[in-house]
Every structure is written in C-alpha cells, then in structure tokens.
T-cell receptor, first 114, second 114 residues
C-alpha cells in the first residue's frame, strides 16, 4: 500500500529545543514536500525536494531546515523552535509513475511550542 | 502568483440535500486543480483532480467537480450528502513553474444536519 508516514504524530516542546519530524514514503517518487496548516490560512509549502540532495524553499521556509539523503526520507528540522511554529505539519509525495502534481499526504504532525 | 479562493468558510446542509462548494482560482496557464477532504483529526485525502480534457470530473465518495475556464472556477458538488461527509474541504491549484507546489484555499467547513 502506498504510504506517507510521519513521526511523531503529536509533539509538545519548549522554545529553542531542537526537534526533527521524520517523513518517509514507500511510493518510490523523487519528489517530496512539507506543508504547514494554520487556521484560516490553509496549507502553505515550507520546503520541497525534487530528488536526493536537491532541496529548495517553498513559501514559508524561515525557521526550518530539511535534508534529503535518501529517496524515501525527508526530515523537517526545527533547530530553534518558536511559538509561531505551533502548527499542523504535513509531508507529501506523489506516486511513482503518476503525475508529480498529484500529491498524497501523510497523517500530519501536530506541534505545539511553548 | 497563483491563488485560490474558497468564499464560504462554513456551510451547513441537511443530510440528503445536494451540496456545492465554491472554488475560484487565479493562474496564468491551464491549471491543474484538486479537491482534498480533511476529516477531523485526519490527514488530507484526494477527492478528485482536473488536468485536462472533460471539464466534469468524477471523484471518490460520489463527488464531482466542474472546471469552468471562463469563470476561473472549479466547484465541488455532490447530489446527496451523507452525515459522514462532514469535514473540511480544500481546493488547490498546482504550480507548473517549478517546485510542484500546491496552492491551497483556506478551506470550507461542512456541517451536515441530521
């Protein structure tokens, strides 16, 4: 079954404590991306990766880092989280052989920064 | 820059009634359009997509959407709503200019009255 998985699903942390949200896909696609969802704003792209070792900024990259060392994994790193990064985060990837625009989303990670 | 407008923040319908959720987009070229649904506490599920061809597209769960270029719209419809359709619905347009970014509307929250 084609899947995008994220861990953890829920995370409460304090300002400044580095954290990593993992994302893994078994759909064998080169493209992966991260979005954040905030009430009244919809989803906004944070970073994306066109392939291994190829990453680029989306619309709201400030305060985030990513890496893409393997095809299936695309972790999101918050080196010094702040309360304005409290949000619901989604990782997404297309299915291999399908359109790169048709993206499937993980279950989400709800992050609270106090 | 592309944008998506969902003018209705909340909609309430009675079970069995028909449903239409509005979506207007702004994009210079032929758009790739999507509707996603998010049930409470869940991730986003792709309902349907439009890339080209027939302007009336069928999706899962009995939903359909019609692409109208002249009105820059991609409204979602369902002939008879079920209580389980209560969720938040997001319209999105894909950027074909690089990054494969999905630009989302702010969502429409659907409530179904029994």
């Amino acid at each position: 079954e084609a899947q995008v998985t994220q861990n953890p699903r829920y995370l409460i942390t304090v300002t400044g404590k580095k954290l990593t949200v993992t994302c893994s896909q078994n759909m064998n696609h080169e493209y992966m991306s991260w979005y954040r969802q905030d009430p009244g704003l919809g989803l906004r792209q944070i970073y994306y990766s066109m392939n291994v070792e190829v990453t680029d900024k989306g619309d709201v990259p400030e305060g985030y880092k990513v890496s893409r060392k393997e095809k299936r994994n695309f972790p999101l790193i918050l080196e010094s989280p702040s309360p304005n990064q409290t949000s619901l985060y989604f990782c997404a990837s297309p299915i291999a052989g399908g359109s790169a625009y048709e993206q499937y989303f993980g279950p989400g990670t709800r992050l609270t920064v106090t | 820059a592309q944008s998506v407008t969902q003018p209705d923040i909340h909609i309430t319908v009675s079970e069995g009634a028909s449903l239409e959720l509005r979506c207007n987009y702004s994009y210079g070229a032929t758009p790739y359009l999507f509707w996603y649904v998010q049930s409470p506490g869940q991730g986003l599920q792709l309902l349907l997509k439009y890339f080209s061809g027939d302007t009336l597209v069928q999706g899962i769960k009995g939903f359909e959407a019609e692409f109208k270029r002249s009105q820059s719209s991609f409204n979602l419809r369902k002939p008879s709503v079920h209580w389980s359709d209560a969720a938040e619905y997001f319209c999105a347009v894909a950027s074909t200019g690089g990054g494969n970014k999905l630009t989302f509307g702010t969502g429409t929250q659907l409530k179904v009255e029994l």
